[in-house]
């Protein structure tokens, strides 16, 4: 059974940074891709980052570029999410997905293509 488990949210102000995590057990994902997407109250669930590790690709929703940062460590089978310089408005719910397999036809900036999600992590940034 394939299991993605967030950790790493909390309650900061705006202007400091959190580090989520997100391990996959059940499989791997180094052929995949893995994302982080994000929730606010009221709001439809949008992209925050993704990565295809095996094409060393990383991509970014413009409101985190420069800020947030994915990463991965394939031999923990987690994938990472640095977020930096923290606001207000990155106030959400944050899940990890991922992909078993790398598609060049499918676009990875929205939820369609990822097999797996994980139960989400609160991030909360105070003003």
């Known amino acids: 059974q394939v299991q993605l488990v967030e950790s790493g949210g909390g309650l900061v102000q705006a202007g400091a940074s959190l580090r989520l995590s997100c391990a996959a057990s059940?499989?791997?994902?180094?052929?995949?891709?893995m994302g982080w997407f994000r929730q606010a109250p009221g709001k439809e669930r949008e992209f925050v980052a993704f990565?295809?590790?095996?094409?060393?690709?990383?991509s970014y929703a413009d409101s985190v570029k420069g800020r947030f940062t994915i990463s991965r460590d394939n031999a923990k089978n987690t994938v990472y999410l640095q977020m930096n310089s923290l606001k207000p408005e990155d106030t959400a719910v944050y899940y990890c997905?991922?992909?078993?397999?790398?598609?060049?036809?499918?676009?990875?900036?929205?939820?369609?293509?990822?097999?797996?999600w994980g139960q989400g992590t609160q991030v909360t940034v105070s003003s």
């Open positions: 997905a991922a992909s078993v397999w790398n598609n060049a036809n499918r676009y990875y900036g929205e939820e369609g293509p990822y097999d797996y």
């Open positions: 059940g499989r791997t994902f180094s052929s995949g891709v």
């Open positions: 990565d295809k590790w095996s094409a060393r690709i990383t």
